[in-house]
């Protein structure tokens, strides 16, 4: 099996169709507006022509890259380029407006590799029994992970508490206009019929970080890029003694991912959020992220790629997608004559070995292609900053366009846009918005559902094990701050009586 | 009396935000009838708009602990910020009517001319640029990513005519 699956890897056509794949996807996780999930619906359809191998040799390498790619622009513009990386500019950009855009990179490209590769062989060995883990959880958990997330995000938000919820909260206001989960039922479309589909979250997010800034910028006068230092690239741009120093946050960041990954419906676009969360709560130094702190990279980079993983594994053991890009995947193993679910790995092993095969090699061709890429990215900077943000804007309404083929998804861009301005104004953090928005949905439905599926109402959230787990660890991160800040006070005034004795 | 701060202005708009949200909430109607036991559609935004009260409510009475940032330094700020929105919406108005092609040449040429205002750059760089960049873009997304890009009304109306 090993080598029948090495064999077909290493078929010249395989390699370049996978090494096309990677600098695709790649390319499309980079540009703010595209994503892994256009492109694989794009090549999906280039796909039908191939055998089965290399079609998935080619669709699997494409999402690789695409997840890897949204750091590029995450890091040097601020702009997410995927959702999946959206915690990368709470630190990465900073990290870039002090002229250290090489070091955020190389531990972008560093730990995207780690959480990709450790994620796809934890997968690979332990598939089914993770499979079977992921359904045991119903929507009590699902509800109780989503609120968790949103309370863990609030907790990081800069400035007073309320100011987070808020926040969260106008999110998941956002996300309740069209129509309702379940029932279908129309929520705040005032008669507007592009209202009806929702707020398109590709739209949302060019809106909220790339149209606000380039207003917020102007209006500021603010139209000088930031500086790139002069660097002579060794090796991966972050030393080994780095990760090593860092070895408890990547393995925190890289659980966080796959756990949320092998969730049903979470993916990548959730799991950098929390991970980030997580990764400053516990920090020595919080006050440090969200102004250029390397362990905000590595925790998103990490997260994010082990959700890959993680996504994998409902994917091809029960054929329920991991995420957005895994359920264009399955319909392409499904048109391949495959079906994917339980009896996958026993009616064709091979198949899935050569997927998971690829998901390592794409891994390592992502790696050798943006570190070849790392000397000309920040090169980027060098454009002037008029020329490069009236690129990125053309772009920009290019993409909201072409994601939903309606002018109206950039007129809601633009609006997103003027909400950016306000919560600049504000001074509303931006991350518990995103997720806010994100998993509201998920919220509602898994909070019906929960209660619809049991007579006792809201209580059983509380009485099952996982669920209640989640939701104390909600309330306490909510709270803890605060007890922290009285416990610190207590043991400053103790020290300070006895100094005084 | 406490003083009317721009965060408890804000704190404010938010009560009434929420307010504003409960209301609508109860207006929702529903598609069909609710199953035993299920919450509905109006719940979730209804306990959105208790949560945007509660913390309304919150940062009213909560201790004003730094002085307010400012966001604009001057009131031309502001008038760029509404030159630079006017001119978004006119670029979706010509998207609409003109198509992708003219309407981008005209949108990246008066961006750049915005953005650029302190560099004074020469008219025919920015020209170059609008029409180097909307070609590029039209033949990355039409021809590559295979995305039919608003043709406009007037233009289809036009080439219609010409036929």
């Known amino acids: ?501 | 009396m406490k003083k009317l701060t721009k965060s408890r202005c804000l704190a404010l708009f938010y009560i009434v935000f929420g307010i504003v949200l409960i209301y609508l909430s109860s207006q929702i109607k529903y598609m069909f009838a609710v199953t035993e036991g299920d919450i509905g559609p109006k719940a979730f935004p209804t306990c959105i708009g208790i949560g945007i009260v509660i913390c309304g409510i919150g940062k009213l009475f909560s201790r004003q602990t730094k002085a307010d940032k400012v966001f604009m330094k001057d009131k031309k700020g502001y008038l760029r910020l509404v030159a630079m929105f006017v001119l978004f919406v006119a670029y979706i108005l010509g998207l609409n009517y003109l198509g992708y092609i003219i309407s981008t040449i005209a949108f990246a040429a008066v961006l750049l001319k915005m953005l650029s205002a302190e560099q004074k750059l020469a008219w025919w760089k920015i020209l170059v640029f609008a029409v180097v960049m909307t070609l590029f873009s039209y033949f990355c997304f039409e021809k590559l990513i295979k995305v039919l890009l608003p043709q406009g009304k007037w233009t289809r109306m036009v080439i219609r005519a010409l036929r």
């Not at chain 1, 040799?57 to 997410?80: D, E, M, R």
Request: hydrophobic share 50%; glycine share 12%.
């Open chain 1, 1 to 501: 099996m090993f080598f029948s699956t090495i064999g077909i890897l290493f078929q010249p056509a395989n390699l370049i169709l996978g090494f096309v794949g990677v600098l695709v996807g790649i390319i499309f996780g980079a540009i703010p507006g595209l994503s892994g999930t256009t492109a694989m619906a794009l090549l999906l359809p280039i796909s039908f022509s191939m055998d089965s191998f290399s079609a998935i040799i080619f669709l699997g390498a494409t999402y690789v890259g695409a997840v890897s790619g949204g750091l590029i622009s995450s890091i040097l513009l601020g702009i997410p380029g995927t959702t999946s990386s959206v915690a990368t500019t709470y630190d990465g950009y900073p990290m870039t407006l002090k002229g250290k855009a090489v070091k955020a990179l190389g531990i972008g490209i560093v730990s995207s590799f780690i959480g990709t590769i450790g994620s796809v062989i934890i997968a690979m060995l332990f598939c089914p029994l993770l499979a079977k883990v992921a359904l045991k959880l119903g929507p009590w958990e699902l509800f109780s992970l989503c609120f968790c997330a949103i309370i863990l995000v609030v907790t990081i938000s800069k400035g007073d508490m309320w100011n987070g919820l808020i926040a969260a909260l106008i999110g998941a206001a956002i996300s309740c206009i069209g129509f309702a989960p379940i029932d279908s039922s129309k929520r705040f479309s005032f008669g507007i019929k592009t209202l009806l589909g929702g707020v398109n979250t590709t739209g949302l997010v060019l809106g909220f970080f790339a149209l606000c800034t380039i207003m917020k910028n102007y209006g500021q006068k603010k139209t000088v890029n930031p500086p790139v230092e002069d660097f002579k690239l060794k090796g991966f741009g972050v030393s080994f003694k780095e990760l090593w120093q860092n070895k408890w946050l990547i393995l925190k960041s890289f659980f966080i991912g796959l756990w949320i990954g092998f969730l049903p419906g979470m993916g990548s676009g959730l799991s950098n959020q929390v991970a980030y969360a997580t990764a400053r709560s516990s920090s020595k130094h919080p006050e440090t992220f969200g102004q250029g702190n390397p362990e905000g990279v590595y925790a998103s980079e990490v997260s994010n790629n082990a959700a890959v993983g993680g996504a994998v594994i409902p994917t091809i053991a029960l054929g329920i997608p991991g995420d957005t890009p895994m359920s264009i995947l399955l319909g392409g193993l499904i048109i391949h004559g495959l079906e994917p679910g339980p009896l996958l790995m026993t009616t064709s092993p091979d198949f899935v070995y050569v997927f998971f095969g690829i998901l390592i090699l794409a891994a390592i061709m992502t790696l050798f292609t943006q570190l070849f890429g790392m000397r000309f990215f920040p090169k980027m900077l060098k454009i002037p900053y008029h020329y490069l943000f009236s690129g990125i804007a053309v772009v920009c309404f290019a993409g909201a366009f072409s994601t939903t083929m309606s002018i109206s998804n950039c007129g809601l861009m633009i609006g997103v846009a003027l909400l950016g301005l306000f919560f600049a104004f504000a001074e509303l953090p931006s991350a518990p918005f995103i997720l806010g928005f994100i998993l509201g949905p998920m919220l509602e439905m898994n909070l019906r559902k929960g209660i619809t599926y049991d007579d006792r109402g809201f209580i059983v959230f509380l009485t099952r094990p996982i669920s209640c787990a989640l939701l104390l660890v909600a309330v306490g991160s909510m709270f803890w701050p605060y007890i922290r800040a009285r416990i610190e006070a207590k043991k400053g005034s103790k020290y300070q009586d006895g100094e005084d004795d």
